[in-house]
């Protein structure tokens, strides 16, 4: 009997294992499983208001937001299901996913004034590109472990990005930029920095890699616990009473400005490295 449960625990460990290896750096399935399905192309007008905004709420999928300077969002990928399963599931329901998939493509897509919410409709994995406004407003949600990193490029609204277990790009934006991941990296390209409201990049396992404009004016609050933080901007550190020597890393809260200080942007991290460089 004990062999028995021996075995048993040894089996269930190898299944956990082998599940949580596959969950670690994005829970990636195949690419035939991702494109599988017939490419289709689903569009709502957003409208003009300042308050515009599309919230995103995904998983187990790779996607891109890119900007353009129309009024619509436009959603480009495929179908979640083979061919065949597709004919075999004609005219049923899926039960796992009670939101109603009415892009043809595993998404819902909801609108209520001036804001556009799409979300994950399907279990199966997709890849998508997602145009909008470039100055509408996006909020990014990773809603559960199975990952899917993450690109934006060309937006000049807000932007806010929650992930758990993939990686995020952001080039050209000007932000504000709120942006957290547990287990992935953070690169963010900015145009300009908005200055009306304050950024905080984040991770808790994963570099940040941060690209701003050479005359940027910022008050910087960083923080690595684990790690190191490099940068080629002048940042005028504080400097501790007891000493003349500037805190670069080893922990230390390190408050900075550059071009004599601006709106706020705080960047933390547990367990790595930060960069922050002037674009070329």
């Known amino acids: 009997m004990k062999r028995a449960l021996l075995l048993a625990g040894a089996s269930l460990l190898l299944t956990w294992n082998s599940f949580a290896q596959t969950a670690v750096g994005g829970g990636r399935k195949s690419d035939s499983e991702e494109t599988r399905g017939e490419a289709k192309t689903f569009k709502m007008k957003l409208g003009g208001g300042k ?7 995904m998983y187990n999928s790779h996607v891109q937001v890119l900007g353009h300077s129309g009024d619509d969002v ?6 979640t299901a083979a061919a065949g399963d597709a004919a075999r599931a004609e005219g049923l329901k899926p039960l796992y996913n009670t939101l109603e998939d009415n892009t043809g493509m595993g998404l819902s897509a909801v609108k209520e004034n001036n804001t556009l919410t799409i979300t994950k409709a399907s279990r199966a994995g997709g890849r998508y590109i997602i145009r909008v406004p470039k ?3 996006v909020q990014y949600k990773e809603t559960n472990w199975t990952g899917g990193n993450l690109t934006m490029a060309d937006l000049d609204g807000e932007i ?3 992930l758990n277990n993939a990686s ?12 957290n ?21 984040s991770t808790v396992n994963g570099k940040i890699d941060i690209t701003l404009p ?16 490099y940068t080629d901007f002048d940042m005028n550190l504080k400097k501790e009473a007891k000493s003349d020597l500037p805190m670069i890393g080893g922990g230390n809260n390190i408050d900075g400005k550059t071009n004599g200080g601006g709106v706020e942007m705080s960047i933390q991290t547990i367990n790595s490295d930060i960069f922050i460089r002037k674009k070329k």
């Open 51 to 57: 308050d515009k905004q599309v919230r995103i709420f």
């Open 74 to 79: 436009i959603i480009e990928g495929r179908g």
């Open 135 to 137: 100055n509408a407003s």
């Open 160 to 162: 806010e990005v929650k």
């Open 168 to 179: 995020a790009t952001l080039n050209n934006v000007s932000g504000p930029v709120v942006a």
């Open 181 to 201: 991941t547990t287990n992935g990296t953070l690169d963010v390209k900015f145009s300009s920095l908005d200055q009306s409201k304050p950024n905080a990049i």
């Open 214 to 229: 050479a005359n940027t004016k910022a008050n910087f609050k960083l923080k690595s616990l684990m790690g190191e933080i």
